[in-house]
Every structure is written in C-alpha cells, then in structure tokens.
C-alpha cells in the first residue's frame, strides 16, 4: 500500500499513570514563551492557517510534507520531545492524566507526589500547541479507576468492595465524582474538540451488591448496566462543555447486539475507539466490527494501535517488529473501509498495565518505535526508504542493531537513555549469571556453600577477585591493576550513567522504581559477591589438616 496515509489525526498517546516525563523533556527550550503568544492558534485551524500563526510566534512551520519534517529534524527540534513528534508526523497528543493531574478541592488527594503543577499544565498544551499537537484529555470514568478508588475517602464508590478497579454505577455520587474530575480537566483544556472518557476492561462490572439486585430486575443486564453509565457521562460532558465530544474505548461494546445499542442513546453521544495491539490483528474482524458501529448509527470512528506497552507487563525494550505490523495491519483495515469511516488512530504507550502494575517500556526507549509507526502509517509500508528516512530523523546508524553509547545513540529526546537501558536490559543479568553460574573459579572455589561460611582457598582469590571488584589497593596487593576494570566497577559506572540520565527525564520515583526493578536485584547479587569476598580474603586460612566442614559456621 502506498499513497497518502488514512488516518487524518495520529495521536501519540502519554501515559502518565508511570513515569511521566518531567516538562522539560517535552520543549526545554520554550518554557519561557508567553503562553499567551500562543492562545491565539486555536486547535482546529487547517494545517495553512496554522503555519502562518505558528511561524508569526516563533514556533515551528507546520507541515504534512515529509520534507519539512525532515527538516525540523535537522534544525535541532529533535531533541525536545513535542517537536520529535510532530516531525515525524503526529499532529495530536493523547494525553491520560490519572494521578498527575493537579485535582482541586475535595479531588486533590487524586494527586501523585510529583503531580504537575497548574502552570505545568499550561505549559504542556502551549507547547503541543506551538508544535502542532492537539491535546485530547483522557479521564478514566469506569474501569481502571484505582488512582481514585484506592483512596479511604472514596473506596465506598466501589462496584466490589474488595476491589478498586470499577467504580458502582448506581451511585449517584459515582457521576458527581467523574462530572467534578471532567470538570476540572477540561477547565484546563479550554476548547478541546474530544474528551476520551475511557470505559475500557470494566472489570466486576455485575459483582456488586446494588448491581446483583439491579440484574434480577426485569430484563436488565450487564449491557445495559455499562451503557447506561456511558451515557451518564457522555451526556454531563455534551451539557457542562458543548463543542466537546467524548470518545471511549471500544471493548465493552463489541458483543453488544446493533439493536441494543441502537437504541441506547450513546450513538449520538460518543465515538467509539478501536483498540488492538496485536500483530497479528484479525482485519476482516475489525472491519465486520467497523461496519457493525456503523450500520447501528455511529458516525465516526477510531482506531488505536499501540508503539509500546503492549507485549509484556514487565517489557523493558518494544520488540520493534511487533509494533510495525500491528500499524501495517491497522493500514489494511483502514484501507477496506470507505474513506471517511475513521477519523483517526491513536498510537497508544502504555506505561502500566493498570495503576499497581510494574512499569513496562519508558517513552525515550520506545521513541524509535514511534517513529517507525508514524513513518509507517504516513508513507503507507515500512519500506527500506522509509527506514533510511527513520534512522535520518533520529540520527541513528540502524534500527535493527543496539544502540551504544560510546558510538553514538542517536539525536533524539531520551536517546542516551535508550542505549544504556538497553545495555543493562541485555547484559546486565546475563552477565551477572555467567560470574556466579558459569565461572569455573567462583562455582568451583567460591560457591554458595563457601559463600555462606566466607571460605575461599587463598590460592583461588586471585582468580575471583579481579572479576568481582574494583579496590585498587587489592589490586596492588594480588597483583592485579586491571582490577579497575572487574565487573562490579563496570556495572556501577554504567549504573551511574543511567541513573543521571534519568534523572534529567522523570522524577525521582519513576527513576527509583525503575531501578530497583531492573537493575538493583542484579547489582546486590554482584556486591553481595563482592562482601562476601572481601571477608574471605581476610579469613585465617584453614588449620592444617582441617577438613572443610570443620571450618568457620555460617554467620
């Protein structure tokens, strides 16, 4: 497939439930523009008029041409995020807020501990505004409500009791807490054409005392129990914020009859986003599912694909050929149905697999997969031009080999961090195995038995010191200056490195978390080694004639 892409809005989607980015690693360089400036580019205005307002205050000219993205790129915008983006060829952000959003009032418990500020708020939509980026909130209103359910002051709001995951759809102070959440968002996203309200994986939904009474009821069901809360909501937000549209996820929908939802009500009050995350997504599937929202009444639709976040709950690296055919088979699907059927796709990085879940890929690592998706559905195919076109904008030598930081990892947001996480995500454990597993030295001579009791042969310290520590004054004592160069001291280096990268990017938990979850269990393997060592060097060697077993107990 080549020509012109189908999807007319690509979103990036920011999910800020882990890890979120600190501002400046959005535009560093235009934290200091008047807000004010760039109030006046509305977010609707056609691709012309808003080169003209974009160039007058200073930002970016906007461009669907591949040409002047590739030129943005080359003018240094690539080492902001928002500008990477857009010259790559997003032209909307996607941006889900859960607990990083600065919640007044009765809301304010909501907040993260590093919660944006009002003023960061601000400063994000100026710069997606000044980059050509059209800022969508997304509130979850249903399901996936932990962030707001976990707390004291509203786990009474709970389908099940035992669980935070959906909220009770029979409460009225239910809608009165997602009205006042969409509410204080959309305060701060004045004008914004759609509003995603999420009622995705509503699990329990049915489970709860209030909804058990409510099924036994006539010929309620689950169904109608889901889009009648959807409607709730969907219709607060068309009352309190009229040019506004809700958008939701589609999952809940899809074993719903076209006569029931028909005549729910929700078809003029939503529309619907597709998600599949799948790379091998089912195509003649999604366009029955396609024409079965559009035969029932919607009138416009979404897609939603996925650059990370959606192979692994642990997944550290985007398994980069996954995610192309996932987009090259979203680009089938769109390419079967009539032109105007989808408005556009969403190319979602989930950071957490919900609000308790271990972090998965951070954004600066998935940045070359979101490139090669944009590029993809913008050119049509992941041909070999288009790859060379990737590795240009992002100034790396491939796509397909480890990035180095020694050889340069690219010129992009984030792109030292992407080398040394995949430095660590690689090698890190594997090598820490290969000391304590396979070396013959340490299984032999120093093994967990000897470990336990601080026994080494004396002979065998010369052989297990040099690989485990990095004292230089053991290195001149056993004979051995390249000392500095033991696993240990190369770890702790590159360790270091990494720590002081990622504090430039996210704040202090998100780099705590994600260290004692990938890096830390490997570390104290290796210094645990090291200690252990180091007082068995010191031991007294065994009296003579001495049998191992009679040597010093475990501490």
């Given at each position: 497939?080549?020509?012109?892409?189908?999807?007319?809005?690509?979103?990036?989607?920011?999910?800020?439930?882990?890890?979120?980015?600190?501002?400046?690693?959005?535009?560093?360089?235009?934290?200091?523009?008047?807000?004010?400036?760039?109030?006046?580019?509305?977010?609707?205005?056609?691709?012309?008029?808003?080169?003209?307002?974009?160039?007058?205050?200073?930002?970016?000219?906007?461009?669907?041409?591949?040409?002047?993205?590739?030129?943005?790129?080359?003018?240094?915008?690539?080492?902001?995020?928002?500008p990477?983006?857009?010259?790559?060829?997003?032209?909307?952000?996607?941006?889900?807020?859960?607990?990083?959003?600065?919640?007044?009032?009765?809301?304010?418990?909501?907040?993260?501990?590093?919660?944006?500020?009002?003023?960061?708020?601000?400063?994000?939509?100026?710069?997606?505004?000044?980059?050509?980026?059209?800022?969508?909130?997304?509130?979850?209103?249903?399901?996936?409500?932990?962030?707001?359910?976990?707390?004291?002051?509203?786990?009474?709001?709970?389908?099940?009791?035992?669980?935070?995951?959906?909220?009770?759809?029979?409460?009225?102070?239910?809608?009165?807490?997602?009205?006042?959440?969409?509410?204080?968002?959309?305060?701060?996203?004045?004008?914004a054409?759609?509003?995603?309200?999420?009622?995705?994986?509503?699990?329990y939904?049915?489970?709860?005392?209030?909804?058990?009474?409510?099924?036994?009821?006539?010929?309620?069901?689950?169904?109608?129990?889901?889009?009648?809360?959807?409607?709730?909501?969907?219709?607060?937000?068309?009352?309190?914020?009229?040019?506004?549209?809700?958008?939701?996820?589609?999952?809940?929908?899809?074993?719903?009859?076209e006569?029931q939802?028909?005549?729910?009500?929700?078809?003029?009050?939503?529309?619907?986003?597709?998600?599949?995350?799948?790379?091998?997504?089912?195509?003649?599937?999604?366009?029955?599912?396609?024409?079965?929202?559009?035969?029932?009444?919607?009138?416009?639709?979404?897609?939603?694909?996925?650059?990370?976040?959606?192979t692994?709950?642990?997944?550290?690296?985007?398994?980069?050929?996954h995610?192309?055919?996932?987009?090259?088979?979203?680009?089938?699907?769109?390419?079967?149905?009539?032109?105007?059927?989808?408005?556009?796709?969403?190319?979602?990085?989930?950071?957490?697999?919900?609000?308790?879940?271990?972090?998965?890929?951070?954004?600066?690592?998935?940045?070359?997969?979101?490139?090669?998706?944009?590029?993809?559905?913008?050119?049509?195919?992941?041909?070999?031009?288009?790859?060379?076109?990737?590795?240009?904008?992002?100034?790396?030598?491939?796509?397909?080999?480890?990035?180095?930081?020694?050889?340069?990892?690219?010129s992009?947001?984030?792109?030292?961090?992407?080398?040394?996480?995949?430095?660590?995500?690689l090698?890190?454990?594997?090598?820490?195995?290969?000391?304590?597993?396979?070396?013959?030295?340490?299984?032999?001579?120093?093994?967990?038995?000897?470990?336990?009791?601080?026994?080494?042969?004396?002979?065998?310290?010369?052989?297990?010191?040099?690989?485990?520590?990095?004292?230089?004054?053991?290195?001149?004592?056993?004979?051995?200056?390249?000392?500095?160069?033991?696993?240990?001291?190369?770890?702790?280096?590159?360790?270091?490195?990494?720590?002081?990268?990622?504090q430039?990017?996210?704040?202090?938990?998100?780099?705590?978390?994600?260290?004692?979850?990938?890096?830390?269990?490997?570390?104290?393997?290796?210094q645990?080694?090291?200690?252990?060592?180091?007082?068995?060097?010191?031991?007294?060697?065994?009296?003579?004639?001495?049998?191992?077993?009679?040597?010093?107990?475990?501490?």
């Amino acid at each position: 497939m080549s020509g012109p892409t189908p999807f007319k809005m690509r979103f990036v989607h920011l999910d800020l439930k882990g890890a979120p980015p600190k501002v400046s690693y959005l535009a560093e360089e235009l934290l200091h523009a008047d807000p004010e400036q760039s109030a006046s580019v509305p977010a609707g205005l056609s691709p012309t008029h808003k080169a003209a307002r974009l160039t007058a205050v200073g930002g970016p000219c906007y461009s669907d041409s591949p040409h002047s993205r590739s030129r943005l790129c080359r003018e240094n915008h690539q080492h902001k995020a928002f500008p990477l983006f857009h010259a790559l060829g997003a032209n909307g952000l996607l941006i889900e807020y859960e607990d990083m959003f600065p919640y007044e009032g009765h809301l304010r418990p909501l907040r993260a501990p590093h919660a944006y500020s009002p003023s960061d708020i601000s400063t994000i939509l100026h710069l997606a505004r000044l980059h050509g980026l059209e800022a969508v909130p997304l509130v979850q209103t249903f399901g996936h409500m932990e962030f707001v359910l976990k707390h004291a002051a509203f786990a009474h709001l709970r389908e099940v009791a035992s669980f935070p995951n959906t909220l009770n759809p029979h409460e009225a102070e239910s809608l009165a807490l997602v009205g006042a959440m969409l509410d204080q968002v959309l305060e701060r996203h004045g004008g914004a054409r759609w509003l995603h309200i999420g009622c995705d994986e509503v699990y329990y939904l049915g489970q709860g005392e209030a909804s058990r009474r409510w099924l036994q009821q006539g010929q309620n069901s689950k169904a109608q129990l889901c889009l009648c809360h959807m409607r709730s909501v969907a219709s607060h937000v068309r009352s309190r914020h009229p040019g506004t549209t809700p958008l939701v996820w589609d999952d809940m929908l899809r074993a719903i009859p076209e006569d029931q939802l028909a005549a729910s009500g929700v078809l003029q009050l939503v529309e619907p986003v597709l998600w599949d995350y799948g790379a091998d997504l089912d195509v003649q599937g999604k366009v029955l599912l396609m024409r079965k929202y559009r035969e029932c009444g919607f009138p416009r639709l979404w897609a939603a694909s996925a650059f990370k976040g959606a192979t692994g709950v642990r997944q550290a690296l985007p398994p980069l050929q996954h995610h192309l055919q996932n987009h090259a088979q979203w680009l089938q699907v769109a390419g079967r149905m009539p032109a105007d059927t989808l408005q556009g796709i969403v190319l979602t990085g989930w950071q957490r697999y919900d609000h308790f879940s271990v972090l998965c890929e951070l954004l600066p690592v998935a940045i070359p997969s979101l490139a090669a998706c944009l590029q993809l559905l913008l050119h049509g195919g992941f041909t070999e031009d288009v790859k060379s076109r990737v590795e240009h904008l992002l100034q790396v030598p491939s796509l397909e080999v480890p990035p180095s930081v020694s050889q340069g990892a690219g010129s992009f947001p984030g792109s030292n961090i992407l080398a040394l996480v995949w430095q660590v995500s690689l090698h890190l454990s594997s090598s820490v195995d290969a000391l304590l597993e396979r070396n013959r030295f340490v299984t032999g001579w120093f093994s967990p038995y000897h470990r336990r009791r601080r026994l080494i042969h004396p002979a065998m310290v010369q052989h297990v010191q040099p690989e485990v520590l990095r004292d230089m004054s053991a290195a001149h004592k056993w004979g051995h200056p390249q000392l500095h160069n033991s696993l240990l001291a190369r770890w702790s280096a590159v360790v270091q490195e990494l720590e002081a990268a990622l504090q430039l990017a996210f704040y202090p938990d998100a780099v705590q978390e994600w260290l004692e979850e990938n890096v830390q269990p490997s570390m104290q393997r290796l210094q645990s080694l090291a200690q252990n060592l180091s007082v068995a060097a010191a031991q007294q060697p065994c009296p003579e004639g001495a049998a191992p077993g009679a040597w010093a107990a475990p501490p």
